[in-house]
Structure formats: structure tokens, C-alpha cells
């Protein structure tokens, strides 16, 4: 079982849209962050959240927008995607952001699928 | 500018074969280097890490890297496959201050493990 918890786990939507993709975690950890992966290819990072502040936005399209309500809860609110946006995008959490010693921890994903 | 390569797409071992996933890196600064697993539909798991305190790494389920600058490799390593070893395996650089928030991962190696 993981210990970060991502809904919903499958999702299909059209190009006009808006929805939101939810992750949890309750290990205390203080940064967390989004990741995106296409079929066969490594993840890429999104965002990452350090101390519920946004701290790196790797030039996302504004069609993605994060939101950390609190150190526990990371949203992905999505809006107007295109169909290469279709993707498993993994959220993940450390207890720091900047230590080599904080490893991450991954949920198992959303799979959006845009149409 | 750090990177890593991973060398062969998809490798096929025996069940109770060694298990050889090669990985080199290149970096202008000393390396943090990590090995994560992704298990069909899941996440990623952090399998083992290099932070420079030993140049032998050992991991979680019998897996272990070893660190050869000379070489710049980081190659993973497992006496004896098993057939729950199969998956993808990725090997990442840190991309500055060893934080494992911000890596870049290789293409990644999918395992196969034959009965």
C-alpha cells in the first residue's frame, strides 16, 4: 500500500473541461510535488511545493495550475488540455525539499486520458 | 550540466541469473545518484542512492550499485533475478544540491525475468 494516496485513478476528459486531480499524504512531509509521465518515458517534474509554497514551476502550460491547500493536500486543477497532455501524472512527497536524505515517495498515479 | 544514460531498453534475464542494468552519468559537479523502481501501474520506489559517504551501495530486495568515477558509472546490480523483479528500473542524477525533489532520470530499463 502506498502512503500517498492519489484520486481519482482513472480520468477522461474532453478538451473544454475543467478537473482536478487530488493527492494525500499524512507522513508529515513538508514538500511535495507533481510529475508527468508518457507511456515508456521517464517522469518529469511539474511543480514542487516546499513548506505549502510553490518553489519550482518547470515552464508548465498555464492550463495546469497547482494548488496546496496544506501540507497535506496537493491539487492539480486542469483546465483547456490538449490530447498530448494525456499522461499518468504522479504526485510524490519528501520531508524536505532540499535534502538527499529525504527520499521521495511516489502514488501509484492518475491516468488522464484527454479527448 | 548532470545527465544520465542508461544503457539497453529492455534486458531479459533467467529467473536466479545475475540482473546487470547499466547506468553512466555525466556531471560537472560530484554526483547524487539514485536508482528508483516502477512497478505496472504504480509509482515510482526509491531502490538505493549514492551520496558519497561509500562507493558500494546496497539497496532494498538484494539489489546494489557500485560507484566508479573513473568509469563515471553507476551501474545496478542482483545476484539472483527473481520473477517478482520485473519491472522498469530508472537511474537518476540529482540536479543540484542532491535534493531528490528535482532529478533527471534516464530513459529507463525495463526488466524482464523468464521462468
Known amino acids: 500500500d502506498t502512503e500517498v494516496t492519489q484520486t481519482p485513478k482513472h480520468l477522461v476528459m474532453g478538451m473544454t473541461n475543467k478537473k482536478s486531480l487530488k493527492c494525500e499524504q499524512h507522513?508529515?512531509?513538508?514538500?511535495m510535488y507533481w510529475y508527468k509521465q508518457k507511456a515508456k518515458k521517464p517522469p518529469e517534474l511539474m511543480f514542487v511545493y516546499s513548506y505549502e509554497k510553490l518553489s519550482i514551476n518547470e515552464s508548465v502550460p498555464s492550463r495546469f495550475s497547482p494548488e496546496c491547500p496544506n501540507s497535506s493536500l496537493l491539487n492539480l486543477h486542469l483546465h483547456a488540455l490538449q490530447p498530448e497532455d494525456s499522461a499518468l501524472y504522479l504526485c510524490a512527497s519528501s520531508q524536505e525539499a532540499r535534502s538527499y536524505n529525504s527520499p521521495l515517495h511516489f502514488g501509484n498515479g492518475t491516468r488522464l486520458t484527454v479527448t | 550540466a548532470q545527465s544520465v544514460t542508461q544503457l539497453g531498453s529492455h534486458v531479459s534475464v533467467s529467473e536466479g541469473a545475475l540482473v546487470l542494468l547499466r547506468c553512466n552519468y555525466s556531471s560537472s559537479v560530484p554526483p547524487y545518484l539514485f536508482w528508483y523502481v516502477q512497478y505496472p501501474n504504480q509509482g515510482l520506489q526509491l531502490l538505493l542512492k549514492?551520496?558519497?559517504?561509500?562507493?558500494l551501495v546496497k539497496g532494498i530486495n538484494g539489489f546494489e550499485a557500485e560507484f566508479k568515477k573513473s568509469e563515471t558509472s553507476f551501474h545496478l546490480t542482483k545476484p539472483s533475478a527473481h520473477m517478482s523483479d520485473a519491472a522498469e528500473y530508472f537511474c537518476?542524477?540529482?540536479?543540484?544540491?542532491?535534493?531528490?525533489?528535482?532529478?533527471?532520470f534516464g530513459k529507463g530499463t525495463k526488466l524482464s525475468v523468464k521462468p
Open positions: 507522513m508529515g512531509h513538508r514538500a
Open positions: 549514492y551520496t558519497s559517504a561509500a562507493t
Open positions: 537518476a542524477v540529482s540536479r543540484r544540491g542532491g535534493s531528490q525533489g528535482n532529478l533527471i
